[in-house]
């Protein structure tokens, strides 16, 4: 590589390459999750993710947090302690509820979890895993003009939140599809949004600060703010007959095909399927999930026709998309439904971090101009 240096000197430096995104990285052991990209296969915890899909999101973060907490072992000691939390949590958004107004919804999370005081007596990775559903929903009903609902401690996790959301307890069907939604994301190696996570950990800032953090790196397009983008576009398509044409306009105006691609897989998300059999068991989702599947077959071949050295399979956004729409989430909040799932491997790499008790502090490699000789 030739650089100029300051006095304009060509300066050659001899290196090894760089990957800008660490593809090849490994920077972290985990007992979390494993994603074998070329198999399409998601392990956590020893268990491959279709083992985990009948599974509540509790006994879920029960698998997570095992060894790493001292308290909330079990399915049933995470249920209470959730519930107590997510009641504790709605309290805190009283005042602060209003300043969410001018802000997109998952920006309005940011700020409610923002405002978790370190001092906070509860446990803080149940504190952070039951606020986001309590939060989430409240600022979904208020950008419908509606009031919070308060959280109902009978209940459990994915049920409550479809409660605080509509008011209302939800069917058994949109409950289900919402936990295995929920278990489906809830880790993931070491994504963009989980290693945030664990460097802010590793310097010893806390929970909250690393959770904030990490929803931070979820929020952008490339990761976890992709399955609104997708609903956009299935609605922008409108038919079926419009389908290649407008897929092959948006390739050709260079745009990238939401809920496409992924930095590990090479083959398909195996999180595609296990949600879009979560899809089939909602009885509304009939129309959409035809048009969806017939979208994606055209996708899949322009994308292959397009890149065919670059295996672009579907993602787990993809069919996120028609999941949470259809547990009646609002698009605009399924950044935050994604965050109230990865919640639980955030918190769980946060612990094991914390166990570890090393600073993450990578070097960089210098091409920049050099002094000039003295
Ligand atoms: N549509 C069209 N082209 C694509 C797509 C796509 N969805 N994904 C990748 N490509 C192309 C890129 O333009 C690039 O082409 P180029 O080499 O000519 O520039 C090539 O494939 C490789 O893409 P990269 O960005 O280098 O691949 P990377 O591994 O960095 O990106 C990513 C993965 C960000 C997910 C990408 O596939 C993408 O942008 N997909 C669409 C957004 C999306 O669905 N995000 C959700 C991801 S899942 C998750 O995070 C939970």
Request: glycine share 8%; net charge negative.
């Amino acid at each position: 590589m030739t650089i100029q240096s300051k006095t304009s000197t060509a300066l050659t430096l001899v290196s090894d390459p760089v990957s800008p995104g660490l593809e090849n990285t490994i920077a972290a052991e985990t007992i979390f999750s494993h994603v074998d990209g070329a198999a399409g296969r998601l392990i956590v915890r020893g268990y491959d993710l279709e083992q985990l899909s009948d599974w509540s999101f509790e006994a879920v973060l029960a698998l997570l947090w095992q060894g790493l907490v001292s308290h909330e072992d079990t399915e049933a000691e995470i249920r209470v302690a959730l519930a107590q939390a997510r009641v504790h949590a709605f309290r805190l958004i009283e005042t602060l509820l209003p300043a969410t107004d001018n802000l997109s919804q998952v920006e309005g999370l940011r700020l409610l979890l923002s405002s978790m005081p370190d001092a906070e007596p509860l446990a803080h990775h149940v504190l952070a895993v039951a606020a986001v559903p309590v939060f989430a929903a409240a600022i979904a009903r208020r950008s419908a003009g509606l009031a919070p609902v308060a959280p109902d401690t009978t209940l459990g996790h994915a049920a409550d939140f479809l409660h605080m959301l509509h008011g209302e307890n939800a069917p058994a069907e949109k409950v289900k599809a919402l936990d295995t939604y929920l278990v489906t994301v809830a880790d993931h190696g070491l994504n963009a949004s989980t290693f945030t996570a664990r460097v802010i950990a590793s310097t010893k800032a806390g929970v909250f600060s690393s959770v904030v953090g990490a929803l931070c790196a979820l929020k952008g397009p490339l990761h976890g703010g992709a399955p609104g983008p997708v609903l956009d576009m299935l609605d922008a398509i409108g038919d079926e007959s419009n389908i290649r044409a407008w897929l092959v306009n948006a390739l050709v105006r260079g745009e990238r095909l939401m809920g496409f691609g992924h930095r590990i897989y090479r083959v398909r998300d195996p999180r595609a399927d296990v949600l879009k059999q979560a899809v089939t068991g909602l009885r509304d989702s009939g129309g959409r999930i035809n048009f969806a599947e017939a979208v994606e077959k055209e996708a899949l071949a322009l994308l292959a026709e397009k890149k065919p050295l670059r295996p672009l399979q579907t993602n787990v956004e993809f069919y996120t998309a028609l999941v949470l729409e259809g547990v009646g989430f609002p698009r605009e909040s399924f950044t935050n439904v994604f965050a109230a799932g990865r919640m639980a491997g955030w918190t769980a790499h946060i612990l094991e971090q914390e166990h570890l008790g090393k600073l993450i502090r990578p070097q960089s490699k210098y091409v920049g101009p050099m002094p000039e000789a003295r």
